[in-house]
Nanobody, 124 residues
Framework: QVQLVESGGGLVQAGGSLRLSCAAS????????MGWFRQAPGKEREFVAT????????YYADSVMGRFTISRDNAKNTVYLQMDSLKPEDAAVYYC?????????????????WGQGTQVTVSS
């Protein structure tokens, strides 16, 4: 069992930056791939970024490529999402997710554990 707690959301102006954190419980964090997803009001949950167990492989949604960076610190059981050049369309609830296999995954259905989400609001 893995429990995930996100933090770092908030209100930022367009063009600004935020860094989300996701703290995981459990001794097996380092063997899990991790992902970030987001859901805006009235929209489906969508993939944002994923990272393999070692951090050696990352994938991003086209909409955030070059602006967002996913990383992890296995010693701290934490995964991060650095969000730069934020746009109003990035506003959403951001969720951290974990899958108990090593390889990065884009599909939300492949994730077994989810955090409660953190709100990101971007003003224009």
């Amino acid at each position: 069992q893995v429990q995930l707690v996100e933090s770092g959301g908030g209100l930022v102006q367009a063009g600004g930056s935020l860094r989300l954190s996701c703290a995981a419980s459990g001794r097996t964090f380092s063997t899990h791939c991790m992902g970030w997803f987001r859901q805006a009001p009235g929209k489906e949950r969508e993939f944002v970024a994923t990272i393999s167990w070692s951090g050696g492989t990352t994938y991003y949604a086209d909409s955030v490529m070059g602006r967002f960076t996913i990383s992890r610190d296995n010693a701290k059981n934490t995964v991060y999402l650095q969000m730069d050049s934020l746009k109003p369309e990035d506003a959403a609830v951001y969720y951290c997710a974990a899958n108990p296999t090593p390889f990065a995954k884009r599909n939300a259905d492949e994730y077994d554990y989810w955090g409660q989400g953190t709100q990101v609001t971007v003003s224009s």
